[in-house]
């Protein structure tokens, strides 16, 4: 790929400045270095949050996660492979002729004008060695819901119901390790916590990242406490909105309603859901008073991760009509739609001439993802349907009747702007 290997930087450990120096020293000549250098270099072009090898006796295969998914790597054969790990070893100060037991350092990396941390696991299998390398830099943070990607329409829907005064229950809802976190965040943030003061009950140790003017209450579970156990200490202070991300049985769900209602307060939850039907369906898995939850419930906001076509590459077509009916998108509406352009080795154009992969996605077709949302308000036919009749089937359809906007249907308002495929939506959909 380079002659001499890319232009990166590394930074060694080291307990002391000339211990980095002589990491770093001793690396340099190896023949690994290039190999390593070429490998972090991929895993930065690529922007994989992890990328694994596995050495096995004849050869090392490698895969990238790369925004949510795997994708496989060149291999390399065996004795490159050892040279490189001895490398990336040295430079993470561990012990390179340590290939059984589990061990992790970090090294830094500069590239592209930007500053690159790796942390390196490396931990011997039945067939070898597996090693994954992860990969952490500056990222812009992602607090607000417009930097999440919901759509202003929706955003101004939430605010109204979040700084109503009246509101009784939010839940906020994803799958976790895809925006669980981050859907959570953006629903307080909406919150006016200028005129109002907000407080969430956390575990010790599992504490959220911090949002501004969200004011963290931690509790104990090995010393017997609950989210609940704060309180009546809490309530010395008069908040106005409570949080409790972690509700994980019915007794305390229904201790959280209970005092929502005769103190008034509007609340915040959170549960695992892959969209707000499943969401409310899995807070009834909790096995609560079911009419008590119900009849306090508001609103659930719903977040998946959806990928985002690569601008550089991705290909358009006009869509069939019955393609378009399929998609509940009238005729004449959507002139264009695309699709990913996915690199295979030995593409040719019309001239015969062999493709190179896209330089900003790596010939994937995809680059970055953004939130996919659902904000589904609850009703008094949704109420009463919690209660007598609480399936996926009859939820939807009543959430349909009032005018609800599905995610499938806020999927296909992106497809139709171009941002993302039909394929990407179905894989979405059916994870």
Not at 229 to 249: A, C, R, S, W, Y
């Amino acid at each position: 790929m380079y002659d001499d290997g890319p232009p990166i930087e590394f930074f060694a450990a080291g307990e002391t400045p000339e211990e980095q120096e002589a990491n770093l020293k001793t690396v340099e000549p190896s023949p690994g270095f290039e190999p390593a250098s070429e490998l972090c270099a991929e895993s930065i072009l690529k922007d994989a949050d992890v990328t694994v090898l596995d050495f096995s006796a004849q050869q090392v295969t490698l895969r990238f996660q790369i925004d949510g998914l795997w994708h496989s790597g060149a291999p390399m054969d065996r004795e490159t492979g050892d040279y490189m790990l001895a490398t990336l070893k040295q430079l993470a100060g561990l012990d390179y002729r340590e290939r059984r037991a589990r061990q992790t350092g970090n090294f830094g990396t500069m590239y592209l004008k930007k500053k690159q941390k790796f942390k390196l696991v490396s931990q011997g299998i039945k067939t070898g060695e597996r090693v994954a390398l992860y990969l952490d830099y500056k990222r812009p943070p992602l607090d607000k819901c417009e930097e999440l990607g919901m759509r202003a329409s929706m955003i101004n829907q939430l605010h109204g119901i979040v700084n109503d005064s009246e509101m009784g229950i939010v839940v906020t809802s994803a799958v976790p390790g895809e925006g669980y976190t981050k859907c959570w965040r953006g629903a307080l943030d909406t919150c006016d916590r200028l005129t109002r003061d907000y407080f969430v009950m956390e575990h010790v140790g599992r504490n959220e990242p911090e949002v501004i003017n969200v004011y963290p209450v931690e509790y104990d579970t090995a010393k017997g406490e609950d989210p609940m156990t704060p309180i009546p200490q809490l309530m010395l202070k008069e908040p106005d909105v409570l949080g409790f991300p972690d509700v994980e049985t019915g007794n305390l769900l229904d201790r959280i309603v209970d005092h929502s209602v005769q103190h008034k307060l509007p609340t915040f939850t959170r549960v695992p859901g892959k969209h707000c039907i499943d969401a409310l369906l899995r807070l009834l898995v909790l096995k609560p008073d079911v009419k008590k939850l119900a009849d306090r419930l508001t609103a659930v906001l719903t977040m998946r991760l959806i990928r985002l076509l690569c601008d550089d590459c991705k290909i358009g077509f006009p869509p069939h009509p019955k393609m378009l009916q399929q998609l509940g998108l009238p005729p004449g509406r959507v002139a264009e739609l695309f699709r990913p352009m996915v690199y295979q080795p030995g593409m040719v154009d019309e001239d015969e001439v062999e493709i190179e992969p896209c330089a900003t996605c790596s010939g994937i077709g995809y680059r970055g993802r953004t939130g996919l949302f659902e904000l589904l308000t609850i009703n008094d036919e949704l109420k009463q349907a919690l209660v007598s009749d609480p399936k996926m089937g009859n939820l939807a359809g009543i959430a349909k009747r009032h005018g609800h906007v599905s995610m499938q249907m806020e999927g296909i308002v992106m497809i139709a702007a171009g941002r993302t495929s039909i394929e990407e939506l179905q894989r979405v959909l059916k994870s």
